[in-house]
């Protein structure tokens, strides 16, 4: 027997994808990227241009909310049938940033948005962004947010990765098989998440 085993302790592995949270100080952080860029977008009157590959736009997509991957974390820490185990964490449903775009634009009152298939692969937020630092201090300075800086809240390179190709999608069903039924809709989780960074004044 091994010195864990011995201990009586367990341990359990948990795989989220795409996460959804509040978290505008990380460098993963996809919800405050894709607002910070719609905030510029909005402050200089330009469309919000889908800035990734028409496989991300078009292709089905999955993310994990925050609140679930903690239940999920809970579940496995309490629950015998989950000791010992690897499991994937997404929020069970799926989703279109095709769909999506049409909501972050929604949300900072931008009529004009899409998918421009001229430019599609050509367009990358860690270029469209490059001197934008003065308009984001604008921004803050115009809707009494939150003092930040631009690189603490957007992070281009990440955001980038996650459009720049066909999304990878994982099953839930050894969760479920062990006992684990928690979901989440993405739309309601993608809105929850951009209007949290609103509340706490990061984004106008």
Same mark, same amino acid.
């Given at each position: ?11 359990? #592995?948990?795989? !989220? +994808? ?5 978290? !505008?100080?990380? /460098?993963? &952080?996809?919800?405050?990227?894709? =607002?910070?860029?719609?905030?510029? =977008?909005?402050?200089?009157?330009? @469309? ?6 028409? *496989?991300?736009?078009? =292709?089905?997509? $999955?993310?994990?909310?925050? &609140? /679930? %991957? ?9 629950? !015998? ?6 499991? +994937? ?13 049409? #909501? /972050? ?17 050509? /367009?990358?937020? $860690? ?5 934008? #630092? ?12 939150? !003092? ?10 990440? *955001? ?6 066909? *999304?990878?999608?994982?099953?839930? +069903? ?16 993608? %809105? ?6 609103? *509340?706490?004044?990061? $984004? @106008?």
């Amino acid at each position: 027997m091994n010195i864990i085993g011995a201990l009586g302790l367990t341990w359990s #592995v948990h795989r !989220p +994808n795409n996460i959804f949270r509040f978290s !505008p100080y990380s /460098l993963i &952080n996809i919800i405050g990227a894709l =607002c910070v860029y719609a905030a510029i =977008c909005k402050k200089e009157g330009r @469309p919000l241009k889908f800035p990734g590959r028409k *496989a991300a736009w078009e =292709c089905y997509a $999955v993310a994990s909310d925050a &609140n /679930l %991957i903690a239940e999920q974390h809970i579940w496995a820490a309490v629950d !015998p049938y989950a000791k010992n185990e690897a499991f +994937n964490m997404n929020n069970g449903d799926v989703f279109k940033w095709k769909h999506f775009w049409e #909501v /972050l634009a929604e949300q900072f009152g931008i009529e004009e948005y899409g998918f421009d298939k001229e430019e599609s692969g050509r /367009l990358r937020l $860690v270029e469209m962004m490059e001197g934008k #630092v003065g308009v984001w201090e604008e921004i803050v300075r115009e809707n009494e947010l939150l !003092p930040t800086k631009l690189e603490e809240v957007a992070v281009w390179w990440f *955001a980038d990765f996650v459009l720049g190709g066909e *999304a990878l999608s994982d099953s839930m +069903n050894k969760s479920k098989e062990h006992g684990f039924l928690g979901f989440r809709n993405s739309k309601k989780s993608f %809105i929850s998440w951009i209007k949290k960074m609103k *509340a706490y004044k990061i $984004v @106008p």
